[in-house]
């Protein structure tokens, strides 16, 4: 089982940037989707983002124009990439590691790190 390791979060203003990281146990990208989800107080966990084996991106419409998603292969981890964050922004951000063949919200999880955009 893939075990991925997520840092980068803390606390941010309205309008601030943070960069969000999530280091796999393994050469995986070639094999998995990798997204990230977040949960917010109360709320379910939703997708945020994700990148394809072949380095297609997707993003939720909440993000886009404002986050990045991308990857550094020779170091197995993913970041994400937050601009002009928003308090609706504030969550436990989590990575993924999936199979293409399943749906979004399965596979392998990180701990979560928080992410607090103060207004």
């Known amino acids: 089982q893939v075990q991925l390791v997520e840092s980068g979060g803390g606390l941010v203003q309205a309008g601030g940037s943070l960069r969000l990281s999530c280091a796999a146990s393994g050469s995986i990208f070639n094999s998995v989707i990798m997204g990230w989800y977040r949960q917010a107080p109360g709320n379910q966990r939703e997708w945020v983002a994700e990148?394809?084996?072949?380095?297609?991106?997707n993003y939720a419409d909440s993000v886009k124009g404002r986050f990045t998603i991308s990857r550094d292969i020779p170091k197995n981890t993913v970041y994400l990439q937050m601009n002009s964050l928003k308090p609706d922004d504030t969550a436990v951000y989590y990575c993924?590691?999936?199979?293409?063949?399943?749906?979004?919200?399965?596979?392998?999880w990180g701990q979560g790190t928080q992410v607090t955009v103060s207004s």
């Open positions: 990148i394809t084996r072949g380095g297609g991106t």
């Open positions: 993924n590691a999936r199979s293409p063949f399943d749906q979004r919200g399965v596979g392998a």
